[in-house]
């Protein structure tokens, strides 16, 4: 009881930090707040623009213990501001912002035949080193009577807000597996995505030519062979 009063007044102090409330109020709840997942349930109107200050100001903190001179230099002035803009706005989005809009459509014609997505061109961060990834990803659905069925563009914008977060790409396409399974309701759903990480091009072994490819199986694809063996080679990776 002691630790939900002080949790509920970490909560409700302006005077604390935003993020520190945000936090309260997720573990609160019993929440996870892991790099890969959406918090948008535990902010509240104008919080964003307070994180962006807050941010800003914890940036500035780093480019000063990295011994970057932003107040001469007019390349870094800004940078601060910038990047915590670039994070919350844009390269993060997928953590503050809610599922988009997406409407679902009854299978009237019973359509029962293997649709395909793809490529989808994908943009996501490296969770161990925040360094990008850029890549592609392909989606096949089995529709049965009962499944919804939602534009050829929603497929995309559910992928963009699940690959804008610090992620790793296993478990990137399991999050969105999961999101369309319960989205579609179909018999069978499948996600392969081929990514270059710049992890590996920009630091570390510095090999520009390796990809990583990864796939999730759900219900039909992952019981009939023929069927997976259908998807693969109509995607054609090497296209």
């Known amino acids: 009881m002691i630790m939900s009063d002080l949790t509920r007044r970490h909560d409700d102090d302006p005077t604390l930090p935003v993020s520190e409330r945000i936090r309260a109020r997720v573990r609160r709840a019993k929440q996870r707040f892991h790099a ?39 390349n870094t002035q800004d940078t601060a501001r910038r990047v915590a803009k670039m994070y919350l706005n844009e390269v993060f989005r997928g953590r503050y912002v809610p599922t988009p809009p997406v409407t679902e459509f009854p299978n009237a014609g019973n359509l029962n035949e293997l649709m395909i997505v793809g490529p989808i ?18 989606i096949g659905v089995m529709p049965n009577q009962h499944s919804n069925l939602i534009g050829l563009s929603k497929y995309s914008r559910l992928a963009e807000w699940i690959m804008s977060r610090p992620q790793i790409q296993e478990e990137a396409i399991t999050q969105l597996a999961e999101l369309l399974m319960d989205k579609v309701t179909p018999d069978g759903l499948a996600v392969v995505m081929e990514a270059d990480h710049f992890c590996m091009h920009w630091r570390g072994v510095k090999d520009t030519a390796s990809k990583m490819v990864n796939s999730v199986m759900r219900g039909s694809f992952l019981k009939d062979a023929a069927l997976r063996r259908e998807f693969l080679s109509l995607i054609n990776l090497k296209s």
């Not at 943009?123 to 392909?138: K, V």
Request: net charge negative; hydrophobic share 35%.
């Open 36 to 74: 890969n997942d959406n918090i948008s349930d535990f902010l509240e109107p104008g919080e964003i623009d307070a994180l962006l200050e807050e941010v800003t100001g914890k940036m500035r903190g780093v480019l000063e213990s990295l011994v970057i001179d932003t107040e001469s230099d007019h």
């Open 121 to 138: 061109t994908v943009r996501s961060a490296c969770s161990h080193h925040f360094c990008p990834i850029m890549g592609r990803l392909w």
